[in-house]
T-cell receptor
Framework: AQSVTQPDIHITVSEGASLELRCNYS??????LFWYVQSPGQGLQLLLK??????LVQGIKGFEAEFKRSQSSFNLRKPSVHWSDAAEYFC??????????????FGKGTTLSVSS | NAGVTQTPKFQVLKTGQSMTLQCAQD?????MYWYRQDPGMGLRLIYY???????DKGEVPNGYNVSRLNKREFSLRLESAAPSQTSVYFC???????????????FGPGTRLTVL
């Protein structure tokens, strides 16, 4: 069955420190992978996505993610965290674009707190 | 360009009452989705519409109905609300133009529903 696992429910990072949020997926075909961020009381905003090509993808707000097929992982990273990065982060996997109606499968999310 | 809009933003219902959540997008997207978000559960798909005139069940469709009124609008109806339907509901639309680079889901701000 298709699934996404985010092993860390809650992470606290000091401002200025580096960040890595983990994501593992189970998907029968070529995965299309996404990271979304949700600030409190807000909707979801796309940070970055991976479809093919370079396995290191750059996103908005200084985030990047690396696709590792052998580990079925798509971890999100940021070299230096800012207090405004405190939010909930969701990893998601989707079907290839030609399957137009297929929805995303989301992980349960990781809440990031930033300490000063 | 408002993106994806949802109404209402907040709603409180009594058990057994009915209501319709409205969603509209002005990006000319073919596919639209309804998700619910519960603490520790991530987002789960309720229903989706791959294109105007079609709808399909997602992971948790029981107790809900949908209508794809036209290309812009996709509504979600609760016929007889239950406390288990207390949740945050997100509508999304998908920018799919047949190429992977354009495949992105855009989310509305959400509707917070409480059923007493």
């Amino acid at each position: 069955a298709q699934s996404v696992t985010q092993p860390d429910i809650h992470i606290t990072v000091s401002e200025g420190a580096s960040l890595e949020l983990r994501c593992n997926y189970s998907y029968g075909a070529t995965p299309y992978l996404f990271w979304y961020v949700q600030s409190p009381g807000q909707g979801l905003q796309l940070l970055l996505k991976y479809f093919s090509g370079d396995t290191l993808v750059q996103g908005i707000k200084g985030f990047e993610a690396e696709f590792k097929r052998s580990q079925s992982s798509f971890n999100l990273r940021k070299p230096s965290v800012h207090w405004s990065d405190a939010a909930e982060y969701f990893c998601a996997v989707g079907a290839p674009p030609h399957q137009a109606g297929t929805a995303l499968i989301f992980g349960k999310g990781t809440t990031l707190s930033v300490s000063s | 360009n408002a993106g994806v809009t949802q109404t209402p933003k907040f709603q409180v219902l009594k058990t057994g009452q009915s209501m319709t959540l409205q969603c509209a997008q002005d990006m000319n997207h073919n596919s639209m989705y309804w998700y619910r978000q519960d603490p520790g559960m991530g987002l789960r798909l309720i229903y989706y519409s791959a294109s105007e005139g079609t709808t399909d069940k997602g992971e948790v469709p029981n107790g809900y109905n949908v209508s794809r009124l036209n290309k812009r609008e996709f509504s979600l109806r609760l016929e007889s609300a239950a406390p288990s339907q207390t949740s945050v509901y997100f509508c999304a639309s998908r920018d799919w133009r047949g190429t992977s680079n354009t495949d992105t889901q855009y989310f509305g701000p959400g509707t917070r529903l409480t059923v007493l």
